[in-house]
């Protein structure tokens, strides 16, 4: 299996260690046709972005990359904002997310909660979960209904990232939530999360996969085995895996290439006929 983008990269506006143009330059030097740069959200703190404005610069540097044609590479900007309360609620407004290719969203660590309540429902919560089998159900229904209300009130997501990572959720409610949302579930190569067994739950439940990389350094860049491996050993079909070149969604003549995750939104949507390509 061979895949043609990789959907997930930090570059120095966030916690990566790379700029926006290494980046292009290491997604070329795999030999991958896409890639995007997903910085965190502002409110994961020492990791995000300073504030939700550095997307607009980031997407300028975006722009000026793929103006150059330095490389054969499309650059995508994006974000991976952080799902920061029960409610479901994120860290990028509709706003800016409208001036993006593409939206990841995803829980983590030290995420600033936006109310006590959310503060006690997720944060102290998961620190709690050590101390019994009752703590640790609460904070999986917790970081479960966080995720399950994000998918829902945001239609612009895209891609969730790996699931369960940091945070324990039921796989599948969180996989039929996906499914309803058509939205993309992670196979994250960087932190080899999920693992086999919960995949496997996921795939036979029936949602659909994008793989990708959560590059913090040009040398991960486009590094995709372990989702290569997983998805050989569960038989997955590739149609069911939004950035592979099997999968026959990526149409080299197209000269304004939408993403994959976009473009699988519109191949599932096309009966739609007010859907748009972005
Ligand atoms: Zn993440
Ligand atoms: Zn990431």
């Not at 143009?21 to 290491?26: L, S, T």
């Not at 046709?33 to 939700?52: C, L, M, S, Y």
């Not at 994120?90 to 600033?112: E, F, M, N, W």
Request: net charge negative; aromatic share 8%; hydrophobic share 35%.
């Amino acid at each position: 299996m061979k895949f043609y983008g990789d959907y997930h990269t930090h570059s120095h506006h966030s916690d990566g260690r790379q700029s926006v143009r290494d980046i292009a330059a290491a997604a070329q030097k795999k030999g991958i046709r896409e890639v995007a740069v997903t910085d965190h959200g502002p409110h994961a703190a020492v990791i995000g972005v300073k504030n939700e404005n550095t997307y607009l610069e980031i997407r300028e540097e975006v722009e000026a990359i793929n103006a150059d044609h330095e490389f054969e590479v499309t650059v995508f900007i994006g974000a991976e904002a952080n799902i920061k309360s029960l409610q479901g609620d994120l860290d990028v407004s509709g706003q800016v997310i409208a001036q993006l290719d593409l939206l990841i969203a995803g829980l983590h660590p030290y995420t600033k909660p936006t109310a006590v309540e959310d503060g006690i429902g997720i944060w102290v919560q998961n620190s709690l979960r050590h101390f019994g089998k009752g703590q640790r159900e609460k904070a999986k229904n917790n970081n479960t209904k966080a995720t399950v209300e994000a998918l829902y009130r945001h239609p612009e997501i895209d891609i969730l990232s790996h699931p369960g990572l940091f945070f324990a959720v039921d796989m599948e409610e969180i996989a039929r939530s996906c499914i309803k949302n058509e939205v993309l579930f992670e196979i994250n190569c960087g932190h080899e999360h999920p693992d086999l067994s919960d995949i496997m739950i996921v795939n036979k439940l029936g949602a659909d996969f994008i793989v990708n990389s959560d590059a913090h350094f040009p040398e991960t860049v486009a590094q995709l085995a372990y989702g290569e491996n997983i998805i050989s050993r569960l038989g997955i079909e590739p149609d069911r895996i939004a950035n592979c070149w099997e999968g026959g969604e990526y149409d080299d003549k197209t000269s304004n290439r939408p993403t994959p995750a976009h473009h699988y939104r519109y191949v599932r949507r096309r009966q739609d006929t007010d859907y748009k390509l972005p």
